[in-house]
């Protein structure tokens, strides 16, 4: 059928019953809260109609046609300039590779360093002098002792123990700087608001970038003398020649690195001046997707969600002690009804890694079985891809706790065939952090 | 050579078609990390899906774009997928089949008309 070129591309190339060739998509890099994910093997990979928010990635059009409702952040005309491909993504114009390409952006990162634009996320202040205290309300986390000038990985639960989302807090002296995913930032904002006093400011003035990579370090001891000091998950607030930046040493790849918020209007100019540096290379969400897969870290929508307990996805180390049952600060969080007999008595189903066998990646959806002709899924993927790193698919999935032993032998449905896959340890690449 | 509406395209080679997909295609795909090709020997209609081809990020249907015989497929696609990113319209290649009828090729896009599509 022949595609009238009047009619913008993503309505064109996804008639319903399209199951041709599919461009550059957000489909699968955009989560939604809800749980519309868990459909059967390809069916929730390419078969899906239409989104709202869907694309397919095709250049040489107009942006302005193509997205008209979408968000720009500030490095939006630089990725144009570097040649990325912009996808939409959680309401933002993204860059989902380079002229790189994914696969080599990656290996780029892990060798390297990688600079990523990650401005979507929100970034917010909870002021006062009890926001530490308020905010362990609704996050099962020691926030009150976290120490001042340190950063800690946390969730918003719900009710009924789900997961609402997942953050980093920082703890700056007189307040908490947390950031939170790009898909729930409004509803994190609302869900704050309507249950803490203290004042929830969003920072809506300052881009957000990540330098990630064992030369991440040296690059931006450049620009930034004292990040060569700091540890894995230390924050602090640095003058430089591109104003004041909130710097934290961390990230989402299993690498050592920073992440770097700077003003809107300083943020072209610091990004130049680290892409400048012959170790750095901008990186776009499609290896962010697989450095992340690798390291065993959850993405929200797909690893995690409300559907999801902490103890289920492996995150209880992200529930200290002093929140557990006999701990001081005990429960006191959405779900801990749940949560805590959970800890203490585990759960009935685990998130693990699994490594299939063979090239063929096994994607979200994939459901899972115990044995080649078993009738019932006995789980099934969250996420999957090919891993360029390991080279080799890797996927993370939930599974009965009884089969979430390494070297359990299980089955996934690829497109109607059973194909071999093995419950395998978390990451899949050793972190590489600067403990 | 001749293109479809799903960015293949089909070279002469005596009398059977070679047939891979476009340049474009595979630009637009991303690097390619799995191919599952049909079996040598299998009959196709028109817009069987014969190939699946997997992307880092995203798993595609090749379609059978005439009716015909799958006469070969190109194995090395098993250990270096990435063939398809570096030489779509060479190496890369997907498989060879004899089609029902010949004719219905000249029916298929020519290059400028391709071109003109994906512009």
């Not at chain 1, 450049?222 to 430089?240: L, N, T």
């Not at chain 1, 002093?322 to 805590?340: M, N």
């Not at chain 1, 089955?411 to 896959?421: A, L, Q, S, T």
Request: net charge negative; aromatic share 6%; charged share 25%.
């Amino acid at each position: 059928m022949p595609v009238p070129k009047e009619q913008p591309p993503w309505q064109t190339l996804r008639p319903k019953d399209h199951r041709g060739i599919e461009l550059w998509r957000e489909a699968d890099l955009a989560r939604r809260r809800d749980n519309d994910l868990r459909q059967t093997d390809r069916e929730g990979i390419i078969g899906r109609g239409p989104r709202p928010n869907d694309d397919a990635g095709m250049p040489g059009k107009p942006h302005e046609a193509r997205m008209p409702e979408l968000k720009r952040t500030a490095l939006y005309e630089l990725h144009q300039e570097l040649g990325a491909k912009m996808v939409p993504f959680a309401g933002y114009e993204m860059p989902v590779q380079y002229p790189l390409g994914v696969m080599k952006e990656h290996l780029h990162t892990r060798a390297a360093a990688g600079l990523f634009d990650v401005s979507h996320m929100g970034q917010v202040i909870l002021g006062g002098t009890d926001a530490a205290a308020q905010l362990e309300t609704l996050v099962p986390a020691n926030i009150v002792g976290l120490g001042e000038g340190r950063q800690r990985y946390g969730l918003f639960t719900n009710d009924e123990g789900g997961i609402l989302d997942d953050l980093m807090i920082a703890n700056r002296g007189d307040h908490l700087f947390l950031v939170v995913n790009a898909a729930c930032k409004d509803a994190d904002v609302a869900h704050m608001r309507a249950n803490l006093s203290c004042p929830v400011e969003v920072v809506d003035d300052r881009a957000l970038l990540a330098l990630q990579g064992p030369a991440a370090e040296a690059v931006l001891a450049d620009i930034v003398p004292e990040a060569s000091a700091m540890r894995f998950m230390d924050v602090i607030i640095a003058d430089s020649a591109f104003g004041d930046l909130w710097i934290s040493r961390s990230g989402y790849t299993g690498e050592d690195g920073f992440e770097i918020s700077v003003t809107n209007k300083q943020a072209v100019a610091l990004a130049r001046a680290l892409l400048a540096h012959d170790d750095v290379e901008p990186i776009g969400l499609g290896a962010r997707d697989s450095l992340r897969l690798e390291a065993g870290l959850c993405l929200y929508g797909n690893d995690i969600d409300t559907g999801t307990s902490p103890v289920e996805a492996g995150l209880s180390w992200s529930i200290q002690k002093v929140r557990r049952t006999g701990g001081d600060r005990s429960g006191g969080f959405p779900g801990a009804e749940r949560t805590l007999p959970e800890l203490e008595n585990g759960a009935s189903r685990h998130r693990v890694g699994l490594a299939p066998e063979g090239r063929a990646p096994m994607r979200d959806g994939t459901q899972l079985f115990d044995g080649e002709t078993a009738a019932e899924p006995i789980g099934h993927v969250t996420s999957g891809a090919f891993g360029p790193t390991v080279e080799r698919p890797v996927s993370m999935g939930y599974v009965p706790t009884a089969m979430s032993e390494a070297g359990t032998r299980l089955f996934g449905e690829v497109r109607g065939k059973r194909m071999p896959v093995t419950v395998a340890d978390l990451p899949f690449t050793p972190a590489n952090f600067k403990r | 050579m001749k293109f479809t509406e799903e960015h293949e395209w089909l070279r002469a080679d005596g009398d059977v078609f070679i047939v891979g997909i476009t340049e474009y295609a595979a630009e637009q795909l991303g690097d390619v990390v799995f191919v599952e090709l049909p079996e040598e020997g299998s009959d196709v209609k028109k817009d069987d899906e014969i190939v699946v081809i997997e992307s880092v990020k995203v798993a595609s249907d090749i379609k059978a774009p005439l009716d015909g015989t799958i006469i070969a497929v190109n194995d090395k696609l098993g250990d270096a997928p990435a063939l398809v990113n570096e030489d779509p319209l060479g190496e890369g290649w997907f498989f060879k089949m004899r089609i029902d009828d010949a004719s219905a090729v000249e029916a298929l896009m020519d290059e400028a008309a391709y071109k003109a599509m994906i512009s």
